[in-house]
């Protein structure tokens, strides 16, 4: 599909009345991840009136005040059961939730593993950055084992969940991590996703180099980058590495893409209209 020029993209889907630069860290990767929604939503030909970007608490859930699309920035953990509601009253519209790995798996973990069950038809795409970096670098439920943060300053001791294979387990029909090191790959799935008629989840992995980097003296953004696009491998690379290998990697790819699962609001709707005509289940 045909797409615009870099610079009338963001003209088209940024708010200027709001300032910038914005509110991230020089060198944060949410912003990446920002470019590569917009770019994704043009690349799709989608109009913007039609499109619904919904955000919890934390760093990530500032983006939806950057774009001109219908936002809504709600409260820690609950993104997408606003979501899940907007989506019930306006099937039709492309809604994407935007989380951070702390807003979707701690307090927001058991709306995220349903809404996957459910198979409701939202895009969630959680900016993994390892720490909850908003509040002062805390660990979150994605701190590797053994970093330091500030919760944690002897080590963390906790294992960390993996949130693709997470979404892959409960369900959910499309499924694909990237990091903001690989851009045109993460882009690329962010548009199969919200293709995707049912429940589907981008993982982007990105860093926080003010907090857990600084914190375990893994460099700036730079180094923190770079770190990125060396432990990362694709699903097809993996494949041909042992368990202990692929435990230090992160895993780029699509681990789901299934067709063959019915989208919750059609089911919804076809119950109502049952229910209107007074036929029988």
């Known amino acids: 599909m045909k797409t615009q020029p870099e610079s009338k993209v963001h003209e088209r889907y940024l708010r200027h009345s709001k300032k910038f630069p914005n509110v991230w860290c020089a060198g944060c990767g949410i912003g990446i991840v920002l470019g590569a929604i917009i770019r994704a939503i043009d690349s799709l030909s989608l109009d913007k009136n039609d499109v619904a970007m919904i955000s919890g608490?934390?760093?990530?859930?500032?983006?939806?005040?950057?774009?001109?699309?219908?936002?809504?920035?709600?409260?820690?953990?609950?993104?997408?059961?606003?979501?899940?509601?907007?989506?019930?009253?306006r099937p039709t519209m492309k809604v994407i939730v935007v989380m951070g790995d702390g807003d979707a798996l701690a307090i927001g973990g058991n709306h995220f593993i349903h809404a996957a069950r459910r198979n409701i038809g939202l895009t969630a795409i959680v900016v993994n950055n390892l720490t909850y970096g908003?509040?002062?670098?805390?660990?979150?439920?994605?701190?590797?084992?053994?970093?330091?943060?500030?919760?944690?300053?002897?080590?963390?001791?906790?294992?960390?969940?993996?949130?693709?294979?997470?979404?892959?387990?409960?369900?959910?029909?499309?499924?694909a991590r990237s990091t903001v090191y690989h851009v045109a790959e993460l882009q690329k799935y962010i548009a199969q996703a919200i293709s995707t008629q049912g429940f589907s989840v981008v993982e982007a992995t990105s860093y926080c180099h003010t907090t857990l980097g600084r914190i375990n003296?893994?460099?700036?953004?730079?180094?923190?980058?770079?770190?990125?696009?060396?432990?990362?491998?694709?699903?097809?690379?993996?494949e041909k590495?042992?368990?202990?290998?692929?435990?230090?990697?992160?895993?780029?790819?699509?681990?789901?893409d299934r067709k063959d699962i019915p989208e919750y609001t059609e089911l919804y709707r076809e119950q109502i209209i049952r229910q209107a005509k007074g036929e029988k289940a």
């Open 57 to 89: 608490i934390g760093c990530t859930g500032r983006m939806p005040v950057y774009v001109d699309f219908n936002t809504m920035h709600t409260t820690h953990g609950r993104a997408i059961a606003f979501a899940t509601g907007l989506k019930l009253a």
């Open 134 to 175: 908003m509040t002062g670098g805390q660990y979150s439920p994605t701190t590797p084992l053994g970093a330091r943060a500030s919760t944690a300053p002897y080590g963390h001791i906790e294992p960390s969940f993996r949130i693709a294979e997470l979404a892959v387990t409960a369900g959910a029909p499309f499924v």
């Open 217 to 238: 003296r893994w460099g700036r953004a730079p180094d923190m980058m770079r770190r990125l696009k060396e432990n990362s491998v694709t699903v097809q690379q993996a």
């Open 241 to 256: 590495m042992s368990e202990e290998e692929k435990k230090a990697k992160i895993i780029r790819g699509i681990l789901s």
